[in-house]
């Protein structure tokens, strides 16, 4: 059988409409005006925890397998935004699932509101510092609460953020006393790391103790 | 991602604050959404139409818009006061189908909300978003104004994604719109809505 029948076609989700998104950023300003950054954060920790609970868990046999899963879409970790595995523990989304979104509130709205990076602030210093804003909260919680979900020879998957960078060029990355542990862990130099970040929104790592 | 998430909130959201809670706070999405994206001023309906073609004004962000010139509404006197404009696709219809094969199926909630909108407040809902863009678009008309006149925006006919329709006879009438005429649009587009000046002196309410 030719090897192009062997591969399966990726799992694409239709694009959403914006309105919906904008609206979700909306309403979570109408959270923070009445509840503060802390409120917002716990809105936005909730929301990501609940979405992935929704879904159904998996079980795979061998770390190939999860890795295709993950790059062809197929994963609940994968569903929506376009990964791929830069080395067996090292993984990166190209673009931020979240952008569409950003957009249109930017062309239709205006500036992002500025609680949309005090939240994150709250977040980094009180979760994991690798955040730039609510978004990212959603985004990472959300790829945690799906990794619990997740288990691989019978072990869970753990995963963890190492760097991000915002339609804008804003980086974060994480901390310096993380950072060569987390590396080492993706199998990436801090020079990859640089290069992979020119043209991807989010590099994680993956692996089960 | 987010439009997902925000809909697995809906159920946890209708259990804490009720499904009367959640209406308050789409409605007040929608209010703060189209006070958000500020004013606009037309010289008169063929700019408006043009601009909402080439998606420049409010409306648009809902997606294609089509106004539907043949379908003008006139006053008393037999003067264009507003049009019928329909969208193409339900602005909640992607996110049905993304959680269709990213989650399952859709929370109970989106019905819950869906039908205390259509018991309380207005008999127009298909689904749970219609809160906040029905509100939107009612709000975003008071924001534009056409030769110096203020708009006004209502809701006529909504087709949702398995197919269940929502006529608003009664605001039909007072605009003089054949109920059937707009029943045979949703074949084509999934919501029908009027525009027209504020205050107009329709046909339709002269007579009741």
Redesign the interface.
Known sequence: MPEDNNQRAKVTLIDDNPLVDVAACLFLEDIADKQGASGMNNYLVSLATSLAKSMPEEEYDTWDEFIEALENGESIISAFEEVMAITPNCAVTKKCPFTRGWQEYTKRIGEFSKIHTDVAEYYNSVYKPCVINSMCIIHQTFRNAAADRITIKGKPLKCANIAAVWEDGTRKIAPDEWLPILLEKAQITSTDLNMILRNNADVWVIYTD | ??????V??I??MSEKAGVEGTIQ??A???E??AK??GKEAYMGWPSFNVALREGRT?FS???SVMALTDLAITDVDGDVVGYIYALE?C?????T??IR????EL?RADRAVADEYNNSVRDTAVCN?CV??QR?REEVSKNISIADQQLDCIQLAARGFTGETKIAEDSMRKIGINPEYVRSLLRNYACVYAIMMKGARLKGEEEE
Request: charged content about 15%; glycine content about 8%.
């Open positions: 991602m987010l439009d997902v998430a925000l697995s909130l159920q946890d706070y789409w007040r999405v929608g703060s959404l958000r994206m409010a962000i809902e997606g696709t602005v909640f219809n992607p996110t189908v993304r094969y990213s989650v399952g929370p978003f906040i863009h939107f």
